[in-house]
């Protein structure tokens, strides 16, 4: 690692040291060190759970929140760096061995899905999978010229080459190439449905075969805006291999398609 990076939390309560998030705030870095932890350094985040954190009325039992760096947030985030918090109802939370909080008992199955299309050409990979995967930058330029497009000096590569880059994916995973996503009829799933980016990931995430409970709606699809995070219920009813996929027509031909299995 070369760079600093952080962790940044949605949803849960941190005081300013472990916010995690680096801006023009006007407070001296040695009041946030946890705006960015830099190669060979560590620091420990505290968050609190607090009311406002879990569930509300309407809710299952068990919410979710994103956490990211947030030195570069669009480069980190490009690059993957994002992950999951769950919060629990008091008392819905599953006990595992040493204190750790396991599976909810009120579901037999918990699935995470995050629908994002990532940006190859803002990660922090990008010069890296240039040298690796082709024959340089000068080659990507004469391909972009022999398409008729010019590269520019400042950033080597055309809207075609960037257009290329833009990675519609679930889970990180294109055009069903995901691990199965596999349960089994009359188990209870409950499915955390994310997602993190720009104005292009306005999604919608459809279920084929089987219907959800969302909010107390029954659902065959959730409406996910950027920095969006969702629960729904399902009771597995119908077995086969079904499609789960955007219902946004242009992303799902890019590759945001995926299948889960029910036996």
């Given amino acids: 690692c070369s760079r ?64 990211h760096s947030h030195v570069d947030e669009g480069r980190d985030v ?11 109802r008091r008392g819905a ?10 599976r909810p008992p009120s579901v037999d199955r918990e699935l995470v899905v995050l629908f994002k299309v990532f940006d190859e050409s803002a990660s922090w990979y990008l010069e890296h999978n240039v040298a690796t995967y082709t024959k340089g930058v000068a080659a990507v330029r004469e391909r972009c010229a022999a398409d008729g497009e010019e590269a520019e000096e400042e950033a080597p590569y055309c809207e075609a080459f960037a257009e290329a880059n833009m ?21 209870r799933v409950r499915w955390y449905v994310l997602d993190l980016g720009t104005e292009v990931d306005m999604h919608g995430a459809i279920w084929n075969g089987n219907t959800v409970l969302q909010q107390g709606a029954r659902r065959d699809q959730l409406e996910l805006m950027p920095a969006s995070m969702q629960t729904a219920e399902m009771v597995v009813d119908n077995p086969g291999r079904w499609m789960f996929k955007c219902q ?15 036996d």
């Fill in 93 to 102: 939370g599953g006990a595992e061995g040493g204190g750790r909080v396991g």
């Fill in 248 to 262: 946004v027509t242009d992303h799902s031909l890019a590759g945001m398609i995926a299948t889960y299995r029910v």
């Fill in 4 to 67: 600093a990076f952080s962790m940044h939390p949605h949803g849960v309560e941190y005081l300013k040291a472990s916010e995690g998030a680096d801006y023009a705030d006007g407070v001296a870095a040695s009041d946030k060190p946890g705006a960015g932890v830099a190669p060979g350094g560590s620091f420990l985040y505290k968050w609190k759970a607090t009311e406002r954190s879990g569930p509300g009325p309407s809710d299952a039992d068990t919410v979710p929140w994103l956490y």
């Fill in 78 to 88: 490009a690059s993957g760096l994002l992950g999951l918090i769950l919060v629990s």
């Fill in 167 to 187: 990675k519609h994916a679930i889970n990180g995973y294109m055009f069903d190439n995901n691990p199965y996503l596999t349960m089994k009829v009359g188990q």
